[in-house]
């Protein structure tokens, strides 16, 4: 497995593959491996001849009151990781390399952004765009492949690639999760071991929402006020949202239709976690 920390580096080693005939599949992370970046891994090797992984904390998405500094990271344990599911390159680049001085050009999808993560977070989706962008810009993939884990991502990027005509395949997986159902996540590390048993609530919440749409309830203000109940009712659980809308505009619903999307965004002590179903009704 190679490991590139240039641009120079990276795109000479796509440009070789490319030459050789080879398609190119992309996995974009901020590293601290789980299955869920794994998966993402497989399935890209399965359906690609050549795998790039990127690892990049990217500043660009964080807020400055957000857990830049303490994202957690081990760069050797990632290489082993993605090494033993056939990865054949990582790019992993200086903050100087993706932002020189004088770094002032951004991309923005307007609307999906402006909800759920984006109201919490005002700037992330602008400098996820950007990254990505900047991402596909130098690997050039044939497909590039995100989790379904953080949805309103993974439409925004679609929504990205479609308004902008980039020339590649968005390809989204489902949520893995632990035995217990709790979505995997770099960030499930801060939980004490009593949120981490708090945090079960926000995958509790989706399966009775799901069971209630599944037995015909179509009121997205019944439905969304019962996940409430359930995430408060944990002395430790503070929900930053929970929203129910439909996909893939993330437009609001007053009456289950079509495709749904229940998002869920909750805090245990400084650590945020999010969570959603997807479902046809
Ligand atoms: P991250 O390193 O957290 O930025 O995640 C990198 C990619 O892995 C993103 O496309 C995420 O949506 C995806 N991902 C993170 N957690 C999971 C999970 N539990 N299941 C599936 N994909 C995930």
């Given at each position: 497995m190679h490991i590139h920390r240039t641009i120079a580096e990276i795109r000479q080693f796509v440009g070789q593959c490319r030459a050789a005939g080879q398609t190119v599949g992309l996995v974009p992370t901020m590293g601290y491996f789980h299955e869920g970046h794994l998966t993402l891994m497989r399935e890209a090797k399965q359906k690609c001849d050549v795998v790039v992984v990127t690892l990049y904390v990217n500043p660009?998405?964080?807020?400055?009151?957000?857990d830049l500094a303490q994202y957690p990271r081990d760069f050797e344990r990632d290489c082993t990781m993605a090494r033993d599911v056939g990865v054949d390159a990582i790019f992993t680049p200086l903050d100087q390399e993706m932002?020189?001085?004088?770094f002032s050009t951004f991309v923005e999808v307007t609307?999906?952004?402006?909800?759920l993560c984006g109201q919490s977070r005002p700037g992330h989706f602008r400098g996820v765009t950007t990254v990505v962008t900047k991402l596909f810009n130098i690997v050039a993939p044939d497909q590039a492949f995100f989790g379904q884990k953080d949805a309103q991502q993974a439409l925004v990027i679609q929504r990205m690639v479609r308004d902008l005509n980039m020339n590649l395949e968005v390809v989204i997986l489902p949520t893995v999760r632990e035995h217990d159902g709790l979505a995997m996540s770099s960030r499930n590390v801060y939980l004490t071991e009593e949120q981490r048993r708090d945090a079960l609530v926000l995958y509790r919440s989706l399966c009775a929402f799901r069971a209630a749409v599944q037995q015909g309830e179509r009121d997205a203000g019944k439905l969304r006020g019962m996940m409430t109940d359930m995430i408060t009712t944990v002395p430790g659980a503070q929900p930053d949202y929970v929203e129910i809308l439909a996909v893939p505009d993330l437009q609001p619903l007053e009456t289950l239709q079509g495709g749904i999307i229940a998002a869920l965004a909750v805090r245990f002590g400084k650590t945020r976690l999010i969570d959603n179903v997807i479902m046809e009704v």
């Amino acid at each position: 497995m190679h490991i590139h920390r240039t641009i120079a580096e990276i795109r000479q080693f796509v440009g070789q593959c490319r030459a050789a005939g080879q398609t190119v599949g992309l996995v974009p992370t901020m590293g601290y491996f789980h299955e869920g970046h794994l998966t993402l891994m497989r399935e890209a090797k399965q359906k690609c001849d050549v795998v790039v992984v990127t690892l990049y904390v990217n500043p660009l998405q964080f807020g400055p009151k957000e857990d830049l500094a303490q994202y957690p990271r081990d760069f050797e344990r990632d290489c082993t990781m993605a090494r033993d599911v056939g990865v054949d390159a990582i790019f992993t680049p200086l903050d100087q390399e993706m932002y020189p001085q004088g770094f002032s050009t951004f991309v923005e999808v307007t609307g999906l952004t402006d909800i759920l993560c984006g109201q919490s977070r005002p700037g992330h989706f602008r400098g996820v765009t950007t990254v990505v962008t900047k991402l596909f810009n130098i690997v050039a993939p044939d497909q590039a492949f995100f989790g379904q884990k953080d949805a309103q991502q993974a439409l925004v990027i679609q929504r990205m690639v479609r308004d902008l005509n980039m020339n590649l395949e968005v390809v989204i997986l489902p949520t893995v999760r632990e035995h217990d159902g709790l979505a995997m996540s770099s960030r499930n590390v801060y939980l004490t071991e009593e949120q981490r048993r708090d945090a079960l609530v926000l995958y509790r919440s989706l399966c009775a929402f799901r069971a209630a749409v599944q037995q015909g309830e179509r009121d997205a203000g019944k439905l969304r006020g019962m996940m409430t109940d359930m995430i408060t009712t944990v002395p430790g659980a503070q929900p930053d949202y929970v929203e129910i809308l439909a996909v893939p505009d993330l437009q609001p619903l007053e009456t289950l239709q079509g495709g749904i999307i229940a998002a869920l965004a909750v805090r245990f002590g400084k650590t945020r976690l999010i969570d959603n179903v997807i479902m046809e009704v």
